[in-house]
């Protein structure tokens, strides 16, 4: 399952850098605005601008290299700040990671309520 997600990722996903480590990882993954931190609300309303209001992103990347909170991401210029993440797995065995971003030097919406 890791493998048929990792290639989807390469096909479809977004060029993001990945600092973890101290190490840069060019690689390939999903990232998406959202509205909240919760899985409910994955799939909000753009406003007339396309933009979501909140300033909150998921990432959907491979397990390799794991991300972890407190990493940074570039994404189409841009810099992020993972504060949260988690492997998901199937069978315990992990398919990919999941993780909720900020934009860095923007407005820090995390411990608001939606």
């Known amino acids: 399952m890791q493998r048929m997600v990792e ?3 390469n096909a479809y996903g977004t060029a993001v850098t990945l600092r973890h480590g101290g190490t840069d990882y060019e690689l390939r993954a999903f990232f998406q605005p959202v509205r909240s931190k919760s899985w409910q609300y994955l799939e909000g309303n753009y406003s007339p ?7 909150q ?3 959907i990347g491979p397990v390799e290299p794991a991300a972890e909170a407190g990493d940074a991401l570039t994404v189409g210029g841009k810099d992020y700040w993972l504060r949260r993440t988690e492997l998901i797995r199937d069978a315990n065995s992990p398919v990919y990671c999941w993780g909720m ?3 860095k030097g923007g407005e820090d919406t995390w411990g608001r309520q939606s």
Do not use: S
């Open 101 to 103: 971003c900020v934009e």
């Open 57 to 59: 992103y998921v990432y």
């Open 49 to 55: 601008l396309g933009e979501i209001p909140r300033g």
């Open 7 to 9: 290639k989807i990722l």
